[in-house]
T-cell receptor
């Protein structure tokens, strides 16, 4: 079985501050890990993904995430928050390739950015 | 190009109506998905089509009927819905392969209101 834990439901940062959104996963096999962002009234957009190889993954809009197997974590960071980063962020895990391997989503976290 | 399109953007229907949601992708993906998303919740998987065949049905009520006419199109036929079916319906696609990590790309969604 696999699961994703995103602690808290809301994170608020000031514009220009560090963004840190936490994600911990549970998986019985090597996981595939994803971060998606959902802006208001839109679908989900892929921010970044971890496959194999380099554990520090860079994504779009200045976001990056580091896969730490020992901590079963895949936290999302951005050095300097922008107002346009305000959105809902979902961490997800997929067990293996194939359409029958489902994405398991965390419950999501809302990021607010204060001027 | 990683675009998945969905029509209509918004839909209001009565409980006795029949309507359809449409999803289209031209990325050559052979897996397509329907998700249901309630406000402030992660997407919930409903159906998966792999190579135009239904491979996963997450015990969805029969008032939702999926159809995959070809590899680029996915429909969701709606009949006799209930008010609690009001939600954002998301379509996604991916390329199933045993050799690389599969990534799902999402459309913008159809916001459905059942009166």
């Amino acid at each position: 079985a696999q699961s994703v834990t995103q602690l808290g439901s809301h994170v608020s940062v000031s514009e220009g501050a560090l963004v840190l959104l936490r994600c911990n996963y549970s998986s019985s096999v090597p996981p595939y890990l994803f971060w998606y962002v959902q802006y208001p009234n839109q679908g989900l957009q892929l921010l970044l993904k971890y496959t194999t190889g380099a554990t520090l993954v860079k994504g779009i809009n200045g976001f990056e995430a580091e896969f730490k197997k020992s901590e079963t974590s895949f936290h999302l960071t951005k050095p300097s928050a922008h107002m346009s980063d305000a959105a809902e962020y979902f961490c997800a895990v997929s067990r293996s390739p194939g359409a029958n391997s489902k994405l398991t989503f965390g419950k999501g976290i809302t990021l607010s950015v204060r001027p | 190009d990683t675009e998945v399109t969905q029509t209509p953007k918004h839909l209001v229907m009565g409980m006795t109506n029949k309507k359809s949601l449409k999803c289209e992708q031209h990325m050559g993906h052979r897996a397509m998905y329907w998700y249901k998303q309630k406000a402030k919740k992660p997407p919930e998987l409903m159906f998966v089509y792999s190579y135009e065949k239904l491979s996963i049905n997450e015990s969805v009520p029969s008032r939702f009927s999926p159809e995959c006419p070809n590899s680029s199109l996915l429909n969701l036929h709606l009949h006799a819905l209930q008010p609690e079916d009001s939600a954002l319906y998301l379509c996604a696609s991916s390329q199933p392969t045993s050799r690389s990590r599969e990534t799902q790309y999402f459309g913008p969604g159809t916001r459905l209101l059942v009166l």
